[in-house]
């Protein structure tokens, strides 16, 4: 079913040590369904920096790419979905972002980010600073549609289980590995399904909040 005259723009985050590459199934079955669909390559993507300085490159994407008044959806994998969820809780994506998908992210930490002693990975560990503080006040993604999207087969987020929070949607999908939540039909389709769920909030909110 087409989705071009009322949806937003879907704005794709990818993860560590991806490309914007790693959707290509995802954008192809997004935009078959009428979708105008972005995404962006961040630098560096291997956890060497600091993961508020990713979150500022997708919001300098946003007000490029984007109209003021242009409300979009976002969708975060993996790291992605917690470098979109600073742009969300700390830039002011709270008043842009209408739909918030994030896919197999660490809300919550992964032990699989002691392999690497980067900033960013030390970010993405259970219980680090960076971590706590967003989740202080997760509450805030209350105010939007936000789903988290994960697998309990995930060996990458130990444990699997550290991609929920206890606000929006949880939606646990079975699929075999951490990549394939991109690339596997449940993974996409579970995807597109929130993407075309109803607005919890008054269209419109965003501009005067």
């Given at each position: 079913?087409?989705?071009?005259?009322?949806?937003?723009?879907?704005?794709?985050?990818?993860?560590i040590d991806d490309t914007e590459i790693i959707f290509w199934k995802m954008k192809l079955h997004l935009e078959k369904q009428g979708r105008?669909?972005?995404?962006?390559?961040?630098?560096p993507c291997n956890g060497d920096v600091c993961l508020s300085v990713l979150a500022r490159q997708v919001a300098k994407y946003v007000d490029r790419v984007f109209v003021p008044t242009q409300a979009i959806d976002l969708v975060g994998f993996s790291m992605g979905?917690?470098?979109?969820?600073?742009?969300?809780?700390?830039?002011?994506?709270?008043?842009?972002?209408?739909?918030?998908?994030?896919?197999a992210s660490p809300h919550n930490g992964t032990w699989a980010a002691y392999s690497r002693s980067n900033l960013g990975c030390v970010q993405m560990r259970p219980n680090s600073l960076?971590?706590?503080?967003?989740?202080?006040?997760?509450?805030?993604?209350?105010q939007i549609n936000f789903t988290s999207i994960w697998t309990p087969l995930d060996?990458?987020?130990?444990?699997?289980?550290?991609?929920?929070?206890?606000?929006?949607?949880?939606?646990?999908?079975?699929?075999?590995?951490?990549?394939?939540?991109?690339s596997d039909t449940k993974g996409i389709e579970a995807v597109a399904e929130e993407l075309s769920e109803p607005l919890r909030t008054p269209i419109g909110w965003a501009k005067s909040a």
């Open positions: 079913m087409p989705h071009t005259t009322h949806s937003n723009p879907v704005l794709l985050v990818h993860g105008s669909v972005h995404s962006l390559n961040l630098v979905g917690i470098i979109s969820r600073y742009y969300v809780q700390r830039l002011g994506g709270i008043r842009r972002v209408q739909r918030f998908v994030t896919i960076f971590l706590e503080n967003l989740n202080q006040d997760a509450l805030i993604l209350k060996l990458i987020i130990i444990p699997a289980n550290s991609s929920q929070l206890p606000v929006g949607k949880d939606k646990p999908v079975w699929v075999g590995g951490h990549a394939w939540m991109v």
